[in-house]
């Protein structure tokens, strides 16, 4: 019998033609960014007792929370990036030696739009220019970035869009999330630090100025005290318009690194990039004052062009200065976001090296003055954690996903491993008596045919600084699986601990946090009593009513309400 592609082959064609969506048929691209580990996994879902190799530790009591990118529907353009999938959040709740497994898609504005279509709507990466015309006005974040735990929710987020909230049992998405009205800003960073000591939460904001879309150099901070008020709010002007991906905090100071990866409106109206890497800008970092600040009060330091990657640790030393700990690249870690005027290079970016660099930065010092990074350590890694207990505090341990090439790698039954050959987990140890120098480094390999995905800390009650368990995501290249592992955080050479087998693919994820599980339910009895259960965003954001207060005027009918696009679907 004939297959029936035989006999409708316009049914099987490439959903493709010059680079863009044609037709209705669901059909991802045949591109590396969807494929392998990164092809879609599109799966919400539950799993009960999770299979167990080892004993998980018994006093490990909560849940291990992360996200990951992961388009609902084909995108609009061939040549979409990993980076403009829709959230999906991992739950693994673990109490009692034993494991459950949760995960559901975050419900942001674009993810209903787009379902109630049953097609993408929204197109190129942080490109307005490049949507649907139903869809303009809607907040087109995808809220992939992080999750992170925040007086009884979850706050999936991503700076390009403000935070959604999520239930941190069911992971049911509330909503758009505004601190009850006191932030309404149109962007809001995916890596908000947690002061352990004053329970604030510092945050900030970069291209915060009109509608997220402007590609202008307008920053914000806030602090946000542990009752949930707004304490600080401070306005300033970076000195370009670029990525400024995550930040440090001290006692006094927020570190911000501002990266040279560039903005261009032009380049937006032209239906290109939002980024592009400039080679001969400096890298600049942001000193901003914690409390009282005025934007005078923001000083900027310059130093020779670097790519940053994520913070390790932020304190002040004896003398006052700031002592902040992130990777930097020699070149464009984001290929995919070349020079103007010139092609993506893979190759290039699989030869830069990325060490761990100590910057210490004098607040007295006058702004522009140039640095040198006063420690470069080798660890030729990214996605630096800490035991949270030590933000702004001195530390000593780090964690870090390495890559050595020098170990074996199985290209014939894994092909290239996506998302880069992070194929060991890595611990170091700073010299506790001179911050000049770095120390010892404790390294577990993955095994040639597997690489691993960001870890998180899990600190043991009472325990010292690094005393308790680390836990990541194994990819299983060669089985398209996935893995949880989890480690003694001091002796990760040792080998695992236990490891909870997952019985399909994820896809890869950037960043997580675990909570304690005694947290999770103070703050449900918290939110069933006298505070009230979490309130999403009851007005739309400025830029939305400007919006549709000019369609309105132009003579449209289409609008926004309540931070929901109301267009109708083409």
């Known amino acids: 019998m004939a297959h029936l592609e035989a006999l409708v082959p316009e049914v099987t064609a490439y959903p493709y033609s010059n680079g863009k969506r ?76 034993h494991a459950n497994f949760k995960q559901r898609y975050v419900r942001t504005d674009k993810f209903l739009k787009e379902e109630e279509a049953r097609q993408s709507l929204f197109g190129r990466y942080r490109n307005p220019y ?69 329970g604030e939460m510092l945050c900030f904001a970069y291209e915060a100025g009109t509608d997220g879309a402007d590609c202008g150099a307008d920053v914000v901070s806030w602090t946000i005290d542990a009752a949930g008020r707004k304490t600080e ?11 400024i991906h995550d930040c440090g905090v001290s006692k006094n100071w927020l570190v911000l690194p501002l990266t040279p990866l560039k903005m261009s409106l032009d380049r937006l109206k032209s239906g290109g ?13 942001g000193l901003v004052p914690r409390r009282g600040g005025k934007p005078e009060d923001v000083k900027w ?7 940053h990657g994520h913070v390790a640790g932020c304190y002040e030393n004896a003398d006052g200065h700031v002592v902040f700990d992130l990777t930097v690249a020699d070149g464009n870690v984001f290929f995919w976001f070349p020079p103007d005027g010139e092609q993506p290079d893979l190759a290039k970016r699989s030869r830069l090296s990325s060490p761990t660099c100590r910057w210490v930065f004098d607040p007295s010092a006058k702004t522009g003055t140039r640095v040198e990074a006063s420690v470069e350590w ?14 702004t505090k001195k530390y000593e341990h780090f964690w870090q996903l390495k890559v050595d090439p020098t170990r074996p790698y199985d290209f014939a039954r894994c092909g290239p491993p996506a998302g880069g050959l992070f194929n060991c987990m890595a611990h170091y140890t700073w010299d506790g008596t001179d911050e000049s120098k770095t120390g010892r480094e404790d390294v577990y390999f993955a095994g040639p045919t597997a690489t691993f995905q960001e870890p998180v800390f899990i600190p043991k009650d009472g325990g010292k600084e690094g005393e308790g368990y680390l836990a ?99």
Do not use: C
């Open 472 to 570: 990541a995501l194994k990819n299983n290249l060669d089985e398209l699986r996935n893995d949880v592992v989890i480690w003694d955080a001091l002796d990760l050479a040792k080998g695992p601990l236990a490891t909870l087998h997952l019985p399909l693919r994820l896809r890869l994820g950037f960043h997580g946090n675990f909570v304690d599980n005694r947290d999770i339910e103070a703050w449900q009895e918290r939110r069933a009593g006298e505070l009230g259960p979490v309130r999403p965003a009851q007005e739309p954001l400025p830029w939305q009513k400007a919006f549709a207060a000019a369609r309105q005027q132009d003579g449209h009918v289409n609008g926004t309400a309540n931070g929901h696009g109301v267009n109708g679907s083409s």
């Open 301 to 307: 330091f310059r130093a020779d062009n670097g790519f």
């Open 378 to 391: 080798t660890t030729n890694g990214e996605f630096s954690r800490i035991d949270d207990r030590y933000v």
């Open 130 to 198: 490049t949507d649907n015309e139903s869809v303009r006005g809607v907040i087109r974040t995808v809220s992939n970035t992080n999750i992170t735990f925040w007086r009884g929710m979850l706050l999936a987020s991503k700076e390009d869009g403000p935070p959604f909230a999520m239930d941190p049992v069911t992971l049911e998405t509330i909503g758009r999330y505004d601190f009850e009205g006191q932030i309404t800003a149109p962007t809001f960073t995916a890596h908000p630090k947690f002061d352990p000591d004053t």
């Open 233 to 243: 709010e401070l306005w300033f002007t970076a000195p370009f318009a670029g990525m």
């Open 22 to 97: 044609t037709g209705s048929r669901v059909k991802f691209p045949d591109t590396a960014a969807f494929s392998s580990m990164n092809k879609p996994s599109r799966f919400e879902g539950d799993i009960f007792d999770l299979e167990v190799t080892g004993e998980i530790p018994r006093d490990i009591n909560g849940t291990f929370y992360r996200v990951q990118p992961d388009h609902r529907f084909p995108p609009m353009f061939e040549d979409d990036i990993h980076f403009n999938g829709d959230g999906s959040v991992t739950a693994i709740s673990i109490k009692d030696g």
């Open 273 to 285: 990039n939002k980024f592009a890497w400039d080679p001969d800008e400096d890298q600049v970092y």
